[in-house]
């Protein structure tokens, strides 16, 4: 099953490579990582899908992570109600006769196209894993060309923040 825990670290060079290195020597697969800064400074949020079998091996994870000095909070956002978005930018052949057949399609998907060219239209979408896999499963009858996908980030609903879960 996959997980998507928010770890919370101290904004410091290595720390992503210590914890994404920990996970991976335990075995277990992240399925994606994304990292960014938070509302304070000194504090990076790491947001993890991974893939364990059950919860057993997930606490192991959790309890691995809490033995990194850098590590200040996870939170499993999983089993919590929360936001989950992932951002996705693919590039799709268009020429003069599917162009209008594409834009059809992203309009579908309230995407947007992000650039043009004689050759290609790369689009740009933001939603859920569900839907930016539908939407890739369309534009693969245009011939995808290429893809850059972010991986989940997730925030928890309501007015607590991850800090103080």
Do not use: W
């Not at 192991?60 to 499993?76: A, G, M, P, T, Y």
């Amino acid at each position: 099953m996959k997980y998507i825990l928010a770890v919370l670290v101290d904004n410091r060079p290595g720390v992503l490579t210590h914890v994404a290195g920990l996970i991976s020597r335990r075995a277990f697969n992240i399925e994606s990582i994304a990292a960014g800064y938070t509302e304070e400074p000194d504090v990076t949020r790491i947001n993890i899908v991974v893939s364990v079998d059950d919860e057993i091996e997930l606490e192991q994870v959790v309890n691995q992570l809490n033995k990194l000095i850098d590590v200040i909070k996870i939170v499993n956002l999983t089993r919590i109600d929360s936001i989950q978005r992932e951002l996705v930018m693919i590039k799709v052949k268009a020429n003069p006769a599917t162009r209008s057949d594409i834009i059809n399609v992203v309009e579908i998907f309230r995407a947007k196209i992000v650039d043009v060219n004689r050759e290609t239209m790369v689009i740009e979408l933001t939603g859920e894993q569900s839907k930016i896999d539908a939407l890739c499963e369309v534009l693969a009858d245009y011939e995808i060309i290429e893809i850059a996908r972010t991986g989940a980030i997730a925030l928890s609903r309501g007015p607590i923040p991850a800090k103080s879960l």
